[in-house]
């Protein structure tokens, strides 16, 4: 580990990558700690303290605090990811983005800008809530009309700055950079937790160890493991060659969707009781202590949405049509399936039960160590989505850097 490591700080191109990563989750955690003007954080911080195991508390942990500070980069890159959740709902719903998805490159540039202009309208909505939710618990005294428009056009510039800062990482930097901000707001969040857990006594600290050590070999087992199904090609004449037929492997992750379905279920899910903190009244609080993030009713709709979001996120990368006619394009075909609508059933049928026991394990760990942590009433909310996330995105990572590496024939982490 420790000699990959110095061979891709040997490599120029990956050591730029790696210090531009760098210093954009360093510019979003300084964004993370400046507030925003005309707020007494301490009554910030006491308001969120107060539920810091309902949803303030987990929006909370995927701002990487920045909600405690009401800093300027307090909606953190979830109004992002909520965009992209409906844009790919309605992609599947309207034949219009359906097409624009099907169109390549120029399709995709278009439909990620369709989401960048939701996201802002998403974070416009949700600046005002949290403008009034925080003015009506005190924190923001003497809100004149001014300072109302500054500190929502702050909020919401600042989740423009991140979505910006997410793109500039992808294409200049190592690993997803959506991904990468959220792997810094979580890790961010178990940093000032730690010394906590020692308040707690012995068993109930060697327990959640132990089954934090299984959780994650399971989710690096689980992300890694593949079913190879074998590829033949046949002889083909190209001009005046005869080609030589050779066989291979198509492989398929019984976790194809890796961490999205995870994130995917938690935005959907805190929708409802966010619009509760915003909306005060007795039915809206009822809907926030219902979807709880530490109550059985959210950890068993996340488990189904969980298993949900797998099968619809794998759908949406993994075209068992398409793939069925490149391989025929190209002269392959799997040995005993016809060419054609045969393989194509073939392979959904394999991706279909290759993807339940991903879809279950995903449920389980996001939802199982959560239980554990409610029963051994641990002092801070780290649970199975957070740990999820954490290793998911963490290999997600490290397989970009693999791939650099071997490029340039070093060894890599994982050999």
Not at 251 to 264: E, H, K, R, T, Y
Not at 336 to 347: C, D, N, V
């Amino acid at each position: 580990m420790l000699a990959a490591m110095a061979n891709a700080w040997k490599i120029p191109e990956l050591r730029t990558k790696l210090i531009f990563t760098g210093a954009m989750i360093i510019i979003y955690r300084f964004g993370a700690h400046v507030p925003v003007p005309g707020v007494d954080i301490e009554a910030v911080q006491e308001f969120i303290s107060e539920g810091a195991a309902g949803v303030l508390g987990f929006l909370n942990l995927f701002s990487g605090g920045a909600l405690s500070q009401f800093a300027v980069f307090a909606l953190g890159i979830m109004p992002y990811i909520t965009a992209s959740i409906i844009l790919q709902l309605m992609t599947m719903a309207f034949p219009r983005l359906k097409e624009l998805a099907r169109e390549g490159e120029a399709g995709q540039r278009k439909i990620t800008q369709y989401t960048r202009y939701l996201t802002i309208v998403l974070a416009l909505a949700q600046a005002i809530g949290y403008t009034a939710l925080f003015q009506a618990q005190g924190a923001i005294p003497d809100l004149t009309p001014m300072k109302f428009y500054t500190i929502v056009l702050t909020l919401t510039a600042g989740t423009a700055l991140l979505m910006w800062i997410g793109e500039l990482i992808t294409q200049r930097g190592i690993g997803n950079g959506i991904s990468l901000l959220i792997f810094a707001s979580i890790v961010a969040g178990l940093v000032p937790a730690v010394p906590r857990l020692f308040t707690m006594s012995l068993v109930p600290i060697i327990i959640l160890v132990v089954i934090g050590a299984v959780v994650v070999v399971g989710i690096v087992l689980v992300q890694e493991g593949q079913r190879r199904i074998n590829i033949q090609y046949a002889k083909r004449q190209v001009g005046r060659r005869m080609t030589t037929g050779g066989s291979t492997y198509l492989p398929l992750s019984i976790n194809m969707a890796g961490v999205i379905p995870v994130i995917f279920a938690s935005s959907v899910l805190m929708f409802p009781p966010t619009l509760a903190q915003f909306f005060p009244g007795e039915f809206m609080k009822s809907v926030s202590d219902f979807l709880g993030p530490s109550g059985a009713p959210f950890l068993i709709l996340q488990a189904i949405f969980i298993v949900g979001f797998t099968y619809f996120y794998t759908a949406v990368q993994f075209d068992p049509l398409e793939r069925a006619n490149d391989l025929k394009k190209y002269g392959g075909f799997i040995p005993g399936i016809r060419p054609g609508r045969p393989t194509a059933e073939f392979l959904d049928r394999v991706l279909t039960r290759l993807t339940l026991p991903g879809a279950l394990f995903l449920a389980a760990v996001a939802t199982l160590p959560n239980v554990l942590i409610i029963l051994l009433n641990i002092p801070f909310f780290f649970g199975g989505t957070s740990i999820l996330i954490v290793v998911g995105v963490a290999l997600q990572t490290m397989k970009q850097m693999e791939s650099q590496l071997l490029m340039r024939h070093y060894e890599g982490f994982l050999k």
